[in-house]
């Protein structure tokens, strides 16, 4: 019994998830219910049809049709289990079977409205696709013989594969591919074909057949086998690792419910259904990491393929990297060396350390690392290792070992890591100087520019504190002139100006460097023609110096009361350059996005790791600082890169790229900055700064945005609300603070142009009252706002007219709207008493119970033509109210009334204004 009440807890818990939206969660509580109840509980047909309405929701339409044939075996004619799997098999487009059942529910239930515009649609769809079938499968016939006929001429063949390529995509086309078994013809093409298009038109085909589709792809693994995918993965040209690695990816996408997208997650219960294969798949990827014989590229690709599926809890695959001895086999990968070849070696590129590192980082296990890995992988481990007793002492001998270049090369590196912390930064500068010195002498210009690096990292170990400087004045321009040097000259490998780089990023934390670097115009093309290419590698050189030159960097704030603390406590205080001043630094990020960096943040944002992801965002949210130049962000593809960074990444780099997607938002046009999806996509990064761990500055920048959004379509307005925006931005209108009070009330202005937040305002809650009161703000622009939003309620709601009495002292805020000194909150406050009086004679007969007939009486013959809007809106206030014969209409002009005082104020005041201008 007592199951059986955990297993109906269970499904309640899953109806209160599904009711606030929470798919996943309401999925997880219905498996747990299914589970639980196991085959004999009377519910366990309701816990198949909920967990599939979840999957509907998710648009996992295959796993929706499973749980309702589940549904269907326990009770076979029950008509919301047969609708629920007709819209399941809609989704997936097997429409003659949604058809079908359909029609079993329609004859169970057929009073159901929504089941007979079901069948309706679906009646139509099968009789278009009957059409369409015959012409997709006559054109698939066509293009299939063209395709494989070597007869043929090439480039006949090539577009026959393109087309299948591009047919395949449609799920109708992808199905009777299938059926013909086109995926085995491929696997026997490519073992013979040449041309490279037609390959990987067919590499890319197998993909769309495979793509969201469990059935089709375990028909392709269990034809072609996992190894045969491993094969074309193994390849020297890129394009071809690309198109294996996606077609890969879509396999596991497949299993877990993922998709291509980056904030995209894979669903529990399908992870667990389909354990057996993705254990199988990044089983074999991960075995095949270290295999000598393939080559680097489709190294890097496995590796890549393992980062970015690792890391996901529903897949539990983070332990069994560990089970399977994954970290060494990653650390095996750290340990090679492009110049150091032996027979065992294995094929790696420029950026295959910088990738294994990235993903030993992402599976947050503290590993011992090689000494050569120390720069790349997981610093705070390394640091552990070179503190141990002796293990400096034995880099520092390595690194004097001038018979073996390659020994010197590697302690290089591994000084530049080390120096990492200020500690360490003392010890090599009292014990290895020397040294560096000493090799930066070298002929060998890998060693030099390594040991250059260093001399550079010891040099800047005072970071931001113009007081600290450990060499002699002047050296560290020196060593910034010698980085320079190896960063522009021509004919030097990109390796060698790849260390100049880095070196360049310790160096511009000096103030005296970032000024002559930003008038060097070579140095800053050199950086930017550095990020060309695929290489990883250069990210945090190029980057890093970047921030620095924006000052992007994270800066301590120092609380006055503290700094005097620390002078009577005789500590020492950080001293700013003047340097640093702000007008220095704008004119700087100005330079920057002037020489194009834009397309050079764009390219390396490509980057699988989130601390590099952080200092992009923090360049991009610093030139988004200068309204110049987000336009030249916008234009060069910064909008669109930002996106992913404010969703994916460390807390302060997702809201780096927030507040630098607020600041477009505000001054470009939302059509421009964020055409078509991403109007909506933005929407949530945004909202995400509406957070009290945001400055004032963060939540005021969001709103803007959003109110510029918000002004777009109903269409973002329903994304907002969606979101739960609409409370998140209320919150904002009982700030203290103007800015942001201001900043709310003109976002909730616009939002309150949905149907849907009208509704919100009919509710029983207290927003028409407060909006009411804020009308009132001694701050024109609030109450602007405040006063617009009530206009827009006003006339689309009779409730929310009637909710204006709810205020206490309603009748002094329409004294306030009629005799406002604010022309603009004058008139829309007496558009309210207008729509007030349209909405029906028991309200009309309210207000003009009240002295509001003779206010509106004087504002109707005041003459003043600031005031001419409101002027005529009064006018037509009085026509209304004669209309319901509330106040007599008479053929004589009528007898102005008493004017009031305060309009007699304004008469007055503005008399007095003409007196002086004649004087």
Same mark, same amino acid.
């Given at each position: 019994m007592e199951l059986i009440d955990e297993a109906l807890s269970c499904k309640e818990k899953g109806n209160e998830a599904f009711k606030a939206g929470d798919w996943e969660t309401a999925i997880s509580e219905y498996t747990q219910a299914i589970k639980i109840g196991g085959e004999n509980h009377k519910d366990l047909s309701v816990f198949y049809k909920n967990r599939a309405a979840c999957f509907l929701k998710t648009s996992h339409f295959e796993s929706a049709d499973k749980d309702c044939k589940e549904a269907l075996k326990i009770t076979p004619s029950d008509p919301k289990a047969l609708f629920r799997r007709a819209q399941a098999l809609e989704g997936l487009e097997k429409f003659e079977e949604a058809y079908k059942c359909a029609r079993d529910a329609w004859n169970a239930d057929p009073n159901n409205k929504a089941l007979q515009q079901l069948l309706e649609r679906l009646h139509g769809i099968v009789q278009d696709r009957v059409t369409q079938h015959n012409l997709t499968s006559n054109k698939v016939t066509q293009m299939v013989q063209l395709a494989f006929d070597f007869t043929q001429p090439t480039d006949k063949r090539i577009t026959a594969m393109n087309n299948i390529h591009v047919l395949a995509r449609e799920p109708v086309a992808a199905d009777i591919l299938f059926k013909d078994g086109i995926y085995g013809r491929i696997q026997r093409l490519l073992k013979v074909e040449k041309n490279t298009e037609i390959i990987l038109s067919g590499i890319r085909t197998i993909g769309e057949i495979c793509n969201k589709s469990v059935e089709r792809t375990q028909g392709v693994l269990k034809e072609v086998g996992i190894p045969w995918f491993l094969e074309i993965l193994d390849s020297p040209l890129e394009e071809r690792v690309n198109a294996a690695q996606h077609c890969m990816q879509t396999i596991l996408n497949t299993f877990s419910g993922m998709e291509n997208k980056l904030d995209s997650k894979p669903i529990k219960a399908l992870c667990d259904e389909h354990q057996k294969e993705i254990d199988t798949l990044l089983s074999c990827l991960l075995y095949s990491v270290t295999n000598p014989t393939i080559t680097g590229l489709a190294r890097d690709a496995i590796v890549q393929l393992i980062t970015r599926n690792i890391h996901h809890t529903a897949l539990s695959w983070a332990e069994r990297l560990v089970e399977l001895k994954g970290l060494w086999r990653l650390m095996d990968i750290c340990s090679e060396l492009e110049e150091y070849k032996y027979e065992s070696a294995m094929n790696i590129t420029p950026s295959s350390r910088t990738i294994a590192a990235v993903c030993l980082a992402?599976?947050?296990?503290?590993?011992?690392?090689?000494? $050569?890995?120390?720069?790349?992988?997981?610093? +705070?481990?390394?640091?552990?290792i070179v503190s141990r007793e002796g293990i400096l002492q034995m880099i520092l001998a390595m690194a004097s070992m001038e018979e073996d270049p390659l020994q010197q090369k590697v302690a290089c590196e591994c000084l530049v890591a080390a120096a990492s912390k200020k500690d360490k930064a003392k010890s090599i500068i009292n014990q290895g100087i020397d040294i560096l010195k000493k090799l930066y002498a070298s002929k060998n210009e890998a060693i030099k520019v390594r040991a250059l690096v260093g001399l550079c990292k010891l040099g800047s170990s005072g970071g931001l504190d113009a007081s600290i400087r450990p060499f002699a004045d002047g050296s560290t321009k020196k060593l910034a002139e010698a980085c320079r040097r190896f960063l522009i000259k021509p004919g030097k490998d990109k390796d060698i100006r790849k260390w100049a780089a880095e070196g360049l990023s310790y160096l511009t934390l000096d103030a005296e460097v970032k000024e002559k670097l930003i008038e060097d115009r070579p140095a800053i093309q050199a950086l930017i023609e550095l990020t060309k290419g695929e290489d990883q590698s250069v990210l945090y050189g190029v980057v890093t110096t970047f921030v620095n030159l924006c000052n992007a960097y994270e800066t301590q704030e120092i609380l006055p009361e503290m700094l005097e603390l620390a002078k009577f406590a005789k500590h020492h205080i950080p001293e700013e350059h003047e340097l640093d001043d702000p007008d220095f630094v704008s004119k700087r990020v100005i330079i920057l996005a002037n020489e194009g960096i834009t397309t050079a943040l764009v390219a390396l944002s490509k980057t699988d790791s989130d601390n590099s992801k952080e200092l992009i965002?923090?360049?991009?949210?610093a030139m988004c600082g200068q309204q110049e130049v987000r336009g030249k962000v916008v234009q060069h593809g910064g909008a669109k890169v930002l996106l992913p960074l404010a969703l994916q990444g460390t807390a302060k780099g997702k809201r780096q790229a927030a507040q630098a997607l607020s600041r477009i938002g505000i001054t470009i046009n939302p059509e421009v900055a964020f055409p078509g999806q991403r109007s909506l996509e933005v929407v949530r990064p945004l909202l995400n700064q509406l957070h009290p761990d945001c400055t004032a500055l963060e939540n005021f920048e969001a709103m803007m945005a959003l109110c510029n959004l918000a002004s777009q379509s109903e269409t973002v307005r329903q994304r907002i609300i969606r979101e739960m925006g609409l409370s998140r931005i209320e919150m904002y209108l009982m700030e203290d603070h103007l800015m942001l009070r201001r900043a709310a009330a003109q976002c909730i202005c616009n939002l309150v142009m949905s149907p849907d937040v009208v509704k919100m305002h009919e509710g029983n809650n207290d927003k028409i009252k407060f909006l009411a009161l804020l009308s009132e703000d001694e701050d024109e622009e609030t109450a602007v706002a405040?006063?617009?939003?009530?206009?827009?309620?006003?006339?689309?709601? $009779?409730?929310?007219?009637?909710? @204006?009495?709810?205020?206490?002292?309603?009748? +002094?805020?329409?004294?306030?709207?009629?005799?406002?000194? #604010?022309?603009?909150?004058?008139?829309?406050?007496?558009?309210? @008493?207008?729509?007030?009086?349209?909405?029906?004679?028991?309200?009309a007969q309210k207000l003009f119970d009240t002295d509001i007939m003779e206010l509106l009486m004087g504002l109707s013959q005041l003459p003043d033509d600031t005031r001419a809007k409101a002027r005529e809106v009064a006018q037509e206030c009085l026509k209304?109210?004669?209309?319901?014969?509330? @106040?007599?209409? #008479? +053929?004589?002009?009528?007898?102005? !009334?008493? @004017? !009031? +005082?305060?309009?007699?104020?304004?008469?007055?005041?503005?008399?007095q204004e003409r007196l002086l201008e004649e004087s």
């Open positions: 992402r599976s947050k296990v503290r590993v011992t690392v090689a000494i $050569t890995s120390l720069l790349l992988g997981p610093l +705070d481990v390394g640091n552990t965002a923090r360049v991009f949210n405040a006063s617009g939003a009530l206009a827009i309620l006003t006339s689309s709601s $009779t409730k929310c007219c009637e909710k @204006i009495f709810d205020t206490q002292s309603w009748l +002094d805020v329409l004294h306030t709207w009629v005799a406002n000194p #604010s022309p603009k909150v004058q008139h829309r406050g007496v558009v309210c @008493i207008h729509n007030m009086i349209n909405s029906g004679k028991e309200i209304a109210a004669e209309k319901y014969k509330l @106040i007599e209409k #008479s +053929d004589e002009p009528p007898r102005p !009334p008493p @004017i !009031p +005082d305060v309009f007699k104020e304004e008469e007055e005041r503005q008399r």
